[in-house]
C-alpha cells in the first residue's frame, strides 16, 4: 500500500525503512551523489595504452608515454594504480646496467620499481625481459586532478635502455577505491 502524504502526514512523518527499493519507479533518476558506496568499491576507472618503441641513454629519468589522470570524489579515498610494461630491455657492456621504472604523481615520486630490469646482460648483447607489472594502493588526499605517469632511465652505465620492444602494449589503470 503506497503511503499518502496530506497535511497531517507530512514528509516528516515517515520513519526510516518505510520506502523500499520496490517503492521507487525504475526510470527514478537519483543523483549519484546521493548514493553511498561501501569502503573498497571501485569508483571510477581510467586507462592508458601505449605500444610504440622507446629507447633512452638517458641516467636521468625521462617521461616514458604513457599517463592518465583521474580525480577523486573524496580527499579519504584512494587510488590503486596498475601498471604493465612490456618489452623491457637494455643494450649495454656492463652488467651493473638496466632499466628503472618510476612511478610519479603530479611531478612527485610516488616510488620507483623494476630497479635495473635487464640486469642479467653480459657484453654488448641486448638483454630483455617480457613485462614488468606493478600494484601500488595510493592516498593522495586530494579532490583535485592527480595525473600519474611513468618514467625510465638507463640504469648507472648510460647503456640503451627499452620498453615496448617490438611494439608491445603498456598500460597504466587507475582505480578509485571509495576510502
Do not use: C
Not at 527499493?21 to 573498497?40: F, H, Q, R
Not at 657484453?123 to 625510465?152: C, E, F, R, V
Amino acid at each position: 500500500m503506497p503511503t499518502e502524504i496530506s497535511g497531517s502526514t507530512g514528509v516528516n512523518k515517515i520513519q526510516d525503512n518505510t520506502i523500499v527499493n520496490a517503492d521507487i519507479n525504475s526510470s527514478a533518476a537519483i543523483a549519484g551523489s546521493k548514493l553511498v558506496m561501501p569502503t573498497g568499491s571501485v569508483l571510477q576507472v581510467i586507462q592508458d595504452t601505449h605500444s610504440a618503441e622507446q629507447n633512452t641513454t638517458s641516467t636521468s629519468f625521462i617521461d616514458a608515454s604513457l599517463s592518465a589522470t583521474i580525480t577523486p570524489s573524496s580527499a579519504s579515498n584512494k587510488i590503486l594504480v596498475l601498471v604493465e610494461i612490456t618489452g623491457v630491455g637494455k643494450m649495454g657492456a656492463s652488467n651493473n646496467s638496466g632499466v628503472s621504472l618510476k612511478l610519479v604523481r603530479n611531478n612527485s615520486n610516488v616510488n620507483t620499481f623494476a630497479d635495473r630490469a635487464g640486469y642479467n646482460a653480459t657484453g654488448n648483447s641486448y638483454n630483455w625481459i617480457g613485462s614488468i607489472g606493478h600494484n601500488y594502493l595510493d592516498t593522495p588526499n586530494s579532490t583535485s586532478a592527480l595525473t600519474y605517469k611513468i618514467q625510465y632511465r638507463s640504469k648507472i652505465d648510460g647503456s640503451t635502455a627499452r620498453i615496448n620492444d617490438n611494439n608491445n602494449v603498456s598500460s597504466l589503470i587507475l582505480m578509485e577505491i571509495a576510502g
